[in-house]
């Protein structure tokens, strides 16, 4: 199915038309998002408090350039200004992770969604090449900046896994695919493109619907904040507000079950607004597809019985459904 040409509308249609009570919520108590400086020596103690209770943190002194963060929001922004029947071209095929599209989630509920996405891990070449078959100095520069930022992405999140070990009392060498094998450590990852157009009546229409991430990690920048949304018991759903600069970490629900329960992988969601056309990028840093993951052995003892039997990340996809509201076990 290919996403609506959502410039067209003025109203919202049926398909995508969400209960305003289901959209909007007023939480009333709002305690800001901790914001870690990564060259901070408090940083670990602030990780482990954060992710246990919100799952989230904000990051500054991340170390990846801001001029290369600008470039991806404007590659981002030129890939979804293009005409609906070109982006088509580049449709995510049946079965395969990678392209242009709806959301993974979107089929497990009754409404579409106010967004589209585009996923690649590494070069996006293949698709994007159907994007600009024209154009080959743009279809150049739109990998090189997708494959700069992962570059970035990859380090960062080799250096937030090992901060969210030490703050779990752990270190690279208690996560077994971790030890370097050839130079280089087994893990995944993948990069998602969100496009949220303006809408028309954005009380009524989801961004992105409620789920939890099935990364280890996630690190998302968004380019205008406001949208992104945590939801806390009791509470409701929490506005997560970026500051200039930082950028947003998620717990994913592989950290949540190598935790043993820990670390909260949060049930997040993104809501739309009818003055910007937002975009979002999520990096996922995943484990390899064929190791089985469970709660890491130094966090099990006869007071902490292990909570979840170890699963791998492509038996845990296929079994994954996002109406789940808590990462639990698939089977
Ligand atoms: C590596 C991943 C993580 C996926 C599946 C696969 C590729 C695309 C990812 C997303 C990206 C957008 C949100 C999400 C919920 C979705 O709809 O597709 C994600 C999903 C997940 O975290 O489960
Ligand atoms: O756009 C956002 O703020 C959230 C994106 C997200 O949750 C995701 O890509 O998994
Ligand atoms: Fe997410």
Known sequence: MVPLDFKSLHT????????????????????????????????????????????????????VPMDIVKELELQ????????????ARALRSEGSLFGYGLHRVAPFFPKLLWSEGFTMSGSPMEHAAKLWPHQPDQLTNFCAVMEEYQKEMKKLSGK????????LGLTLEDVEWFKPKNGTDRAQSMLQLNSYPTCPDPDRAMGLAPHTDSSILTILHQSISGGLQIHEDG????????????????????????????YKSPYHRAIVNNTHHRISVA??????????????????????????????WAEYLQKKSYLDVKPKQAY
């Not at 937030?160 to 703050?167: G, N, Y």
């Not at 506005?239 to 820990?262: A, K, R, T, Y």
Request: glycine content about 6%; aromatic content about 8%; hydrophobic content about 40%.
């Open 235 to 262: 509470i409701g759903w929490i506005p997560v507000h970026s500051v200039p600069g930082s950028l947003v970490v998620n717990v994913g629900d592989f950290l949540h079950i190598l935790s043993n329960g820990q």
């Open 160 to 167: 937030l896994m090992e901060l969210m070990l030490e703050s």
């Open 76 to 87: 981002t922004y030129e890939l979804f200004s293009l005409p609906s029947e070109t982006k």
């Open 283 to 312: 990096f996922f840093y995943v484990p390899p597809s064929d190791v089985k993951n469970g709660p890491l052995k130094k966090l099990i003892d006869d007071d902490h019985p292990p909570l979840y039997t170890p699963v791998t």
């Open 12 to 63: 919202i249609p049926d398909s995508h038309e969400w209960n305003k009570s289901t959209v909007v919520d007023d939480p009333n108590t709002i305690e800001p998002i901790p914001v870690v400086d990564l060259n901070d020596p408090n940083a670990v103690s602030l990780i482990r408090h954060s992710c246990e209770k919100w799952g989230v943190i904000l990051i500054i002194n991340h170390g």
